[in-house]
């Protein structure tokens, strides 16, 4: 079966953001673990317990970002270079602050000092909580729109600095985004372990659900009030070879609400979001915290959708020279190239669906003190 390029360009946007969910869904949950790792352990024991439920999957669940990063670079190659030339010192701050998870988890347990183990506990909050915030901050800075432009060999040039990705919009999106995946975490907590690291992770499981819910209508407000949107006037054909200099792009009021105007069932997405999060919160009150585990990812799932939905066909739109701004139908690879792509993606995504659920189906129970003291030099 050989599908056409449009088709393609929008399946390549789907697998993206697929690929971004089932990121935030498990590896957001061990940095949502990892924000809360020195406040919900109260001893040695405690925290072991915490790094236990998690420790067989984090470096597994990281596939998810590097396989995103991977697909950007081979299906959006402008995006890429784009990205990570403007973003680059907020890259640069997640991927140091992802450095000390895997250290912090091979070697945190390796020596007995208090001062060493509660300055890796610490460690492993950085990892969790700064690239969580950061990714976050990402996202605002794309819905207000990137201050870069084009030349006319298409190399990127990015006029901002790092410190302007670090405006109110943006820091509330990076809050959005950490509360998310702490709330998430301490549900996965108060699903693998005992009391009392239960009853505290059920009451933080509140208190981020709640907080990421108001965060969450906030943002969608501040876009209606005080922040405009992007819309494509005019392109050439959508099986053209993409070059995303040949369109029209206007800065317009209300622009990235056009898709929901347009497509009421895209509306699914903040509702996904709103409901996702405040049914999670009832259900790990109710110390149902399986179901909420479930729920809590559709409720992430719908906040990145929705804020997916508002921006399609922008990826990274200009906020400088809108006409620079890169789409899903222009900033894409070859035919020939998302076609490769597609059929790989065909082959192993399931593999490492099929992967994961069996490693998780194998490592479930919950992790206990006892269980820790008995395997001392075992466990992390």
Sequence with gaps: MILDFETLKFIWWLLVGVLFIGFAVTDGMDMGVGTLLPFLGKNDDERRVIINTIGPHWDGNQVWLITAGGAIFAAWPLVYATAFSGFYFAMLLALFALFFRPVGFDYRSKIASPIWR??????LFIGGAVPALVFGIAFGNLLQGVPFHLDELLRPYYTGSFFELLNPFALLAGLISLGMLTMHGAIWLQLRTEEPIVGRAKAWAKVTGVA?????????????????????????????????????VVIARFAWFANYWNHPWTLLFPIMGFAGLGYAVSLSMEDRAGLALVVSSLGITGIIMTAGAAMFPF???????PGSSLIAWDATSSHLTLTVMFWAAVIFIPIILAYTTWTYARMWRRV?????KAQDTLAY
């Design 118 to 123: 509660n300055a890796w506990d610490w460690g």
């Design 212 to 248: 990421t819910i108001v965060a969450f209508a906030l943002a969608g407000l501040w876009l209606v009030i005080a922040i405009d949107g992007f819309r494509v006037v005019s392109m050439p054909a959508l099986d053209a070879l993409p070059n995303p200099l040949t369109k029209e």
């Design 315 to 321: 990826i990274m739109p200009s906020s400088t020279n």
């Design 368 to 372: 206990t003190v006892a269980e820790i």
